[in-house]
């Protein structure tokens, strides 16, 4: 069975069937107890939305029970005006301090990704983390190489992304690849799933807050994701499962400087129909 009712718990009203995104529950008339549609187990998404939103905690999903999930309390945690100073004064960290993080809060910041939204829920975002720092600086001279094999190969793209620049700050030992930070945490997913590239986008960006949240810092490593899906002996050393890519790559660490203010940002586009 999908789903059981509390009987002695549920007042009928309807709310499990409004929030169902695939609308697999019913109610043969008003004074009956939702049943779930024919085949619904073949369209259930597990999202867990009937067990969250039934006020009476009646709704017993076959793999989620009300009284294993974390009540919300009503009162929102945060001002929108805390939420806006938050979300603004995120900023990219490029500067960290040597101390390495504890793993216990890496595995915190994966585990908050985990509810950023997925499409169809399919939580297909599988994550490295990159902890040890001399395994990070291998990594980092393998996209290093990358960089020389395309200024050999592609001299004119190469050169208009200013990679000679990189080489010759890493030969003089500047990381501007991970700079410096202590730890890498990559995303990836099967390649061919829809939305991949999403949803391993959007646990990152939650990632990223929660890390900010808690005092670190962390910047997306994007030379280091297009060498991990381009560049053969990078994607040896990562050994992804067979079928996935990276699909996104942040470092994170504590951050050595603090910021005093938000900077400006172009004004949005917006247009309004
Ligand atoms: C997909 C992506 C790739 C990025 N790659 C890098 C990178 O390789 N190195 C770096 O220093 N910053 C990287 N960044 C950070 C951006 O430069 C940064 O987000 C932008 O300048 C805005 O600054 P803020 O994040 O502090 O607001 C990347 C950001 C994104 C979204």
Redesign the pocket.
Known sequence: MLFAINQDKCNRCGICAAVCPARIIKFKDRNSFPVPLNGASLVCIECGHCVAACPQGAFSHRDMQPEDCIPIEKKAPLSPEQVEVFLCS?????VYQEKPVEPGTLKRLIEIARYAPTARNMQNVYWIVIYDKNELNRLGGLVIDWMRHLIRENPEIARSLHYNVLIEEWERGTD??F?GAPHLIIAHAPARDHYAAENC?GALAYL?LAAYAMGLGS???????TAARAYQPLKERLTLPQGHSCF?AV?VGYPKHRYYRI?L?NKPVIEWR
């Not at 995120?90 to 490029?94: K, P, Q």
């Open positions: 995120r900023r990219s960290i490029r501007r690849i700079r986008a990223e910047c997306w490593a994007g030379y280091f994701t996104g470092m900077p940002r």
